[in-house]
């Protein structure tokens, strides 16, 4: 709720209904006859919304308002005018102003436009404080991993973050590329514009060119309205394009040419758009494979790869392992609070530390998170682990479980070979899910539903 409030009119009467309207609302209204008298009001102490009417002798409520914004960029300002002037109203709202009243009106319309604008401001408060959360979880002092391998990939990334410059994240899926391309763009002048994720491998073909660079209405069928498009939305701030391995040929010509000249054009639409956006692009395939193979354009590799950044998958980090996991079980102990303060027992973390973990760090978080669901007391042991964390000598090295020989149940036999064959899979194709599941033969929807089942 507005808790001040400064009211600017040149009419005693309306000074007084709106003072009286506002009081009994409980804010506490000051009232002032001038644009100037208003100024001194503002430079002398904070308020939370200013009603001020357009015109007035000496400075108007334009000239005002542009005032304001300048001293209180986020001051809410609402402006009020006779039937005549309502032009000059609609000038103030595209200049800043939250919203007009035109004059003369009631109090329940005054009411109504005020729980309008307390709305957009709790709105505004919880959108600010969710940005300073996210950007402390990205801020790369907020990323575990005192390893020398991810105290390289930091280095970089503060290097590299002020640039505009195209930056192309290769890692494993479950290394955290999103996570580093939230930081770049949090670390970068771009910090307060949009972020914006494109995940190239989960729009259908057909559909990516409208979802990257928007499309006119009864551009084809079903385009029943325009649609902007993410580029568009990103305008000022980062374009992530993660999994742009899987981009079709087509549909890399343009991206190609978008990236180059800095401009969209929608689809049925013959006129292009100029925008503003740092691209950062993320991949789990070999893209140099890929080019040689022709499934992926040469010069778009080039373009893509001004700076490219390795991620190191989580079996070469070294102890990052069990500081990820302290870090997990610390954010995910809220799940179990009865239980008090949780740690991994010796033989768990030994167990955590062996594991070649090739889901990496997602496939980390989802045990901890399961092992915290299990557990039954404070400490987590080695059984609260998935069988193939805990599985002794070359299964817990190899990613896979170990069958002992006088275990002839084929139905435990027949899971331990299906989710070893997907874990080979997986490191084979860099985690890139849809090349796994044609090398297994299986439907991309069944790979899922397994990688979900075997907690992968």
Known sequence: MFRSALIVDDEPSMRHLLSVILTDRGCEARAVASAEDALREV????????????????????ALLRELHRLQPDLTVVVMSAYGAQEAAIEAVKAGAYDFLSKPFRPDEVLLLLGKAEERERLARENRRLRTELAAEYRPESIVGPSAAMQDVLRQLRKVAPQKSTVLLE??????????????HDLSPRAALPF????????????????????????????????KGL????????????EIGE???????KLLRFLQEEEVRPVGEARARKVDVRVVAATGRDLRRAVEEGSFREDLFYRLNVIGVRLPPLRERGDDVLELADHFLARLGGLRPE???LSFSPEARAALRAYRWPGNVRELEHVVERAVVLAEGAQIGEDDLPGAVR???PGARGGGAAESPDDLSIKRGTRALEERLIRAALERT?????????LLELSYRALLYKIKEYGL
């Not at 914006?196 to 385009?223: M, Q, W, Y």
Request: some cysteine; hydrophobic content about 45%.
């Open 231 to 242: 580029a568009l939305e990103a305008d000022g701030g980062t374009l992530f394009l993660d």
């Open 43 to 62: 430079a002398a102490r904070e308020y939370d919304l200013v009603l001020t009417d357009v015109r007035m002798p000496g400075m108007d409520g334009l």
């Open 171 to 184: 890692g494993e899926s479950g290394t955290g590329k999103e996570l580093f391309a939230r930081a770049l």
């Open 247 to 253: 981009l079709p040929l087509g549909l890399q010509v």
């Open 196 to 227: 914006v994720a494109v995940n190239c491998g989960a729009i259908p073909g057909e559909l990516i060119e409208s979802e990257l660079f928007g499309h006119a209405r009864g551009a084809f069928t079903d385009a029943v309205r325009a649609k």
């Open 391 to 393: 599985a002794p000598g």
């Open 339 to 341: 239980l008090g303060r």
């Open 430 to 438: 860099g985690g890139n899910r849809t090349r796994a599941a044609e």
